[in-house]
């Protein structure tokens, strides 16, 4: 599974679109980028997935540029309730894979007022 | 409401003891997960079944163990050969066995040994 890098903690304030950059150079062709949310002694929770180009849902935004190497994930205008901490995960889909997910520090997103 | 439950929320257990950590979904899903997450760090994978009867080791296993006798259980007992079994455990699980599809997390059980 591809290792990917991402910063350990970032900080904004309410209202502001905050973006969350991962590194993934060693990605497979067969890998798809997932990014999942954690509140405090809570489980992860899912955002969004996304394979090329840019992924939109109600919640955020994926761009994953062509050569496939880093991602961004776009929280607009975050509020004191997205304080968590992000995790980018790079893995193989389809069938006979494990679903083994690596899940590394993650980014510490700290919103404030 | 579908969803995955994880009992009891908080678990205090002396050395020596196993215990074991419950984990239900009512998602009908075949794959179910279980993780461990210490302070500050990211999760780690313990165990993983893709099917009823059947489950694999993932990067941590040593001093753990699992059965899945039906598709909805997936309990894990924490043995007393696991050095530092204080920490955060969660069940996931997920409708097939790809990392590609969305893992659905339990609450978590906290677990404290002493």
């Known amino acids: 599974l591809a290792k990917t890098t991402q910063p350990i903690s970032m900080d904004s304030y309410e209202g502001q679109e905050v973006n969350i950059t991962c590194s993934h150079n060693?990605?497979?062709?067969?890998?798809?980028i997932t990014w999942y949310q954690q509140f405090p002694s809570q489980g992860p929770r899912f955002i969004i997935q996304?394979?090329?180009t840019k992924v939109t849902n109600e919640v955020a935004s994926l761009f994953i540029p062509a050569d496939r190497k880093s991602s961004t994930l776009s929280l607009p205008r975050v509020s004191l309730s997205d304080t968590a901490v992000y995790y980018c995960?790079?893995?193989?889909?389809?069938?006979?894979?494990?679903?083994?997910?690596?899940f590394g520090q993650g980014t510490t997103l700290q919103v404030k007022p | 409401d579908g969803g995955i439950t994880q009992s009891p929320k908080y678990l205090f257990r002396k050395e020596g003891q196993n215990v074991t950590l419950s984990c239900e979904q009512n998602?009908?899903?075949?794959?179910m997960y279980w993780y461990r997450q210490d302070p500050g760090q990211g999760l780690r994978l313990i165990y993983y079944?893709?099917?009823?009867?059947?489950?694999q080791k993932g990067d941590i296993a040593e001093g753990y163990s699992v059965s899945r006798e039906k598709k909805e259980s997936f309990p894990l007992t924490v043995t007393s050969a696991q050095k530092n079994p204080t920490a955060f455990y969660l069940c996931?699980?997920?409708?097939?066995?790809?990392?590609?599809?969305?893992?659905?997390f339990g609450p978590g059980t906290r677990l404290t040994v002493t």
């Open positions: 995960l790079v893995g193989v889909g389809g069938s006979g894979n494990t679903g083994k997910l690596i």
């Open positions: 060693n990605i497979a062709t067969n890998d798809y």
């Open positions: 996304g394979y090329k």
């Open positions: 998602l009908n899903h075949d794959a």
């Open positions: 079944s893709q099917i009823v009867n059947d489950f």
């Open positions: 996931a699980s997920s409708i097939g066995g790809g990392s590609f599809y969305e893992q659905y």
